[in-house]
C-alpha cells in the first residue's frame, strides 16, 4: 500500500504498548480500506494471481492463541509461543484452505 496524500505537516502518531516497545510513525501511515476497493485498484496481472492464489489458516486459532491478550488498539497480540497452546496431530485437520479473494 502506498500513501497518496501524506498530511502536510507531517505529523507524529506513536503507539505505545505497554511493555515498552513503541512505534512512532507519520500520520496517514497506517491505513485500513476496503478489499473490493483494494482488489480494484490491482492490474489485470495482480487480480488474476489473487483469484488463483490460496490462503491455508491454523488448524483452531481461538484455541491455539486464547492465551494472548491484545494491545489498547487492538492492532498487535501480546504474548508469543510460550503463551500458545499446543494441538495434537489429531487435531491438524482443523487447517482452513480457503480463496484470497
Known amino acids: 500500500m502506498r500513501c497518496v496524500e501524506a498530511p502536510s505537516p507531517p505529523r507524529e502518531c506513536e503507539a505505545d504498548y505497554g511493555d515498552g516497545a513503541t512505534l512512532s510513525c507519520a500520520a496517514g501511515s497506517t ?24 490462503v491455508v489458516y491454523a488448524a ?30 489429531n487435531e491438524r485437520s482443523g487447517q482452513l484452505r480457503l480463496p484470497l479473494v
Open 31 to 54: 491505513a485500513f480500506c476496503s478489499g473490493a476497493v483494494a482488489f480494484e485498484l490491482l492490474t489485470e496481472q495482480e487480480q488474476d494471481t489473487a483469484l488463483r492464489t490460496t
Open 60 to 89: 483452531h486459532p481461538f484455541k491455539r492463541f486464547a492465551g494472548c491478550g491484545m494491545t489498547r488498539d487492538g492492532l498487535r497480540c501480546v504474548g508469543g509461543v510460550e503463551v500458545e497452546c499446543t494441538i495434537g496431530d
